[in-house]
């Protein structure tokens, strides 16, 4: 006689839990293979800013859509090590929710692509910013700060390819696994 399994492990192994726990797993090992692995990736080249796209326009729970960028950052930066812009990179993932918030509803290629642009840019922007404005790297005038965003701008081609890929990859492949399993659609779609 077959016994019913808990609820308790049943949400644990949910198809909506699963899927929450493999897009953490591939944020971080992503962010892991680009920090000891050098050159194999391009460095910036994460699914970080693309998971909270997705998490904002895609998670029932407004709670998880934050959770899940911001854990994936947490477990990797706790490998990697911290930084001083780290309050600085959760507030962008962070808008990266809130742009993905906008997307709920119209989630066709095209809006994915936008808030993917202005997710990356609004990331090289703010952080550049807050590198000319927290440290002396740079005078604190206008020409320190426009040397800021020209030495970040190497870094900015990477940020942007990799939330534009990142993206194609969880909002489609999210498309074809709900296809496949409308438990999971039905799981994870927002109201």
Do not use: Q
Not at 32 to 46: A, D, Q, W
Not at 65 to 94: E, K, N, Q, R, T
Not at 104 to 125: D, E
Not at 135 to 151: E, I
């Amino acid at each position: 006689m077959e016994r019913a399994m808990p609820a308790a492990v049943a949400r644990l192994i949910s198809p909506r839990a699963l899927t929450l726990s493999a897009l953490i797993a591939l944020a971080v090992a992503t962010r892991l293979v680009i920090f000891f692995f050098p050159g194999v990736i391009p460095y910036n080249f994460t699914p970080v800013e693309a998971l909270g796209l997705f998490g904002g326009a895609w998670f029932a729970d407004k709670r998880s859509a934050f959770i899940v960028p911001l854990a994936a950052m947490a477990a990797s930066d706790l490998i990697i090590g911290l930084y001083p812009l780290l309050p600085l990179v959760y507030a962008c993932i962070a808008g990266s929710v809130l742009l993905g918030f906008g997307l709920r509803g119209k989630r066709s290629a095209s809006s994915i692509a936008v808030a993917a642009v202005v997710s990356s840019t609004g990331f090289y922007l703010i952080t550049n910013f807050g590198v000319w404005a927290s440290t002396h790297m740079y005078p604190h005038s206008l020409a320190g700060l426009l040397a800021c965003y020209v030495a970040g701008l190497p870094f900015y081609p990477a940020t942007l390819a990799g939330t534009l890929l990142w993206s194609a990859i969880l909002f489609g492949g999210y498309a074809l696994l709900a296809r496949r399993w409308p438990t999971l659609a039905a799981a994870t779609l927002t109201r």
